[in-house]
């Protein structure tokens, strides 16, 4: 079996794969500091409760975009599951994508997986994905699954966190899809999360528009992170959302690779 491992700025997903088939998920959040055996600790009780045992992983594959995150899973793989653990974008699982950007080195270990998803789910199509994390980030996905560039947003949790905090009087409130539609609130509570509901669906509505309107053909919009489904009642937005996308690229990418390995 496969074990895939994502790591963002805010929470590391695992995920367990036999051949395409995903067994089982789990989240935690990042902490750079998390050693290999303190990972041990909490993966193999969730293992455990899964019904899954841990010697039959076989290969573990990971994308981070916290770079000092990467040894101790390395040493996860190598010390508990006892192989060398593959890294997104290096040798021998270079990202068999074009990176069609100035910058190439620059794009995130996690926006090339989930282009290679995004490929795998709609090939021939051009394509944008959302992905809804500490950032807000849309790319452009060509037909043949290049990477031709995107965008990066304040994510939600983010520019809410950073009203609450240049703002002495207002309170700290949960994430939400708000009860209605209407965009008057009657308390400070409504009214922050309507701002930041509203306002976040206003963007990403004006954002999708400008980016259809600059690449001028048709595209499938997929949604994916974290936040993706607190807008799902947005049907409007999205033609799928998709909140496994990067771990699902990141077996794809093992997969497409394994035969060099």
Known sequence: MLLAIDVGNTNAKFALFRDQDLLARWRIATDDRRTADEYMVWLDQLLRIEGHDRANVDAVIISTVVPRALHNLQLLAHKYFGVDALVAGRE??????????????????????????????????????????????????????????????????????????????????????????SVIGRTTESQMLIGVYWGYVAMIEGLIARMKAEIGKPLTVIATGGLATLFDKQAQLFDRIEPDLTLNGLMHLYNQRKPTI
């Open 92 to 181: 021998p699982v270079s990202w068999g994508i074009a990176l069609k950007v100035d910058e190439p080195q620059s794009v995130g270990a996690d926006r090339a997986v989930n282009a290679i998803s995004a490929q795998a789910v709609e090939p021939g199509k051009d394509k944008l994905v959302i992905s809804f994390g500490t950032a807000t980030t849309l790319d452009h996905i060509g037909p043949d699954g290049a990477y031709l560039g995107g965008i990066i947003a304040p994510g939600v949790n983010l520019s809410l966190e950073a009203l609450v905090a240049a703002a002495a009087k207002l309170p700290r409130i949960a994430i939400e899809a708000p009860a209605t539609d």
